[in-house]
C-alpha cells in the first residue's frame, strides 16, 4: 500500500509560479509511475502531467504543456510539478497518483491509476 502526500499549493497571482511535492510512502517508489491529475469546481478530474518510473518519459495535457513540468527524485521517494506562467484555469485542487503498471508512456487515463494522494489546492488570482 503507498501512501501519497501533496504539498506546496496555495494562492499565487496569474503569471506567477508553484511547485508541487508528492511525498511517497510505503512501497517501492521507483516501481510505480506517476502523475499529477487536477479537479475545478464542477468539472471532471482530468490528467495534468505523467512520468514513467525511470524518469526518462513525460508527458502532458495540450493545457500546460511548456508551462508545466513533471519531474521525479527517486532517492527522495517524491515527485514535483512545476508550474509556470499560471492562469486562472489552473485553478483547481491537484492530486499525485501512483500507477503499478510499467508503460511506455504515462497513462492519461485516470481508472489506471492504483493510488493517490488527498490533493492540495492551487488558487490563481487576477
Known amino acids: 500500500q503507498v501512501q501519497l502526500v501533496e504539498s506546496g499549493g496555495g494562492l499565487v497571482q496569474a503569471g506567477g509560479s508553484l511547485r508541487l511535492s508528492c511525498a511517497a510512502s510505503g512501497g517501492t517508489f521507483s516501481s510505480y509511475d506517476m502523475a499529477w491529475f487536477r479537479q475545478a469546481p464542477g468539472k471532471e478530474r482530468e490528467f495534468v502531467g505523467g512520468?514513467?518510473?525511470?524518469?526518462?518519459?513525460?508527458n502532458y495535457a495540450d493545457s500546460v504543456k511548456g508551462r508545466f513540468t513533471i519531474s521525479r527524485d527517486n532517492a527522495k521517494n517524491t515527485v514535483y510539478l512545476q508550474m509556470n506562467s499560471l492562469r486562472l484555469e489552473d485553478t483547481a485542487v491537484y492530486y499525485c497518483?501512483?500507477?503499478?503498471?510499467?508503460?511506455?508512456?504515462?497513462?492519461?487515463?485516470?481508472?489506471?491509476?492504483?493510488?493517490w494522494g488527498q490533493g492540495t489546492q492551487v488558487t490563481v488570482s487576477s
Open positions: 512520468i514513467t518510473r525511470s524518469g526518462l518519459m513525460t
Open positions: 497518483a501512483a500507477n503499478r503498471v510499467a508503460t511506455v508512456t504515462p497513462s492519461r487515463s485516470l481508472g489506471l491509476y492504483d493510488y
